[in-house]
């Protein structure tokens, strides 16, 4: 069994900064791509950035420039560096995770969100 854990996400006053952390634990082989997508009330849930094993990333057209997404291999953590925040980033932030647990069997784990609230 493999869980995604996150956490720091919070309430922040527009112009701000947040950063979450997601945590991986459980049967891991190996971890390939992570992320973190993300659902405001009423909309559908949505990529915000992903980031493979060996660093290459990629954003949302929303976030560039103002979000980074790092992680660190050895931990099993994939983090949101989020700079700049705009009311309309408010929404529950999920976790995702490609997780090797065996050789050659995989599955996509998704943590139980954080919400973020940015007030204008």
């Known amino acids: 069994q493999v869980q995604l854990v996150e956490s720091g996400g919070g309430l922040v006053q527009a112009g701000g900064s947040l950063r979450l952390s997601c945590a991986a634990s459980g049967s891991i082989f190996s971890i390939n791509a992570m992320g973190w997508y993300r659902q405001a009330p009423g909309k559908q849930r949505e990529l915000v950035a992903t980031?493979?094993?060996?660093?290459?990333?990629n954003y949302a057209d929303s976030v560039k420039g103002r979000f980074t997404i790092s992680r660190d291999n050895a931990k099993n953590m994939v983090y949101l560096q989020m700079n700049s925040l705009k009311p309309e980033d408010t929404a529950v932030y999920y976790c995702?995770?490609?997780?090797?647990?065996?050789?050659?069997?995989?599955?996509?784990?998704w943590g139980q969100g954080t919400l973020v609230t940015v007030s204008s």
């Open positions: 980031i493979t094993r060996s660093g290459i990333t």
């Open positions: 995702n995770a490609d997780v090797q647990y065996e050789p050659r069997r995989y599955l996509e784990v």
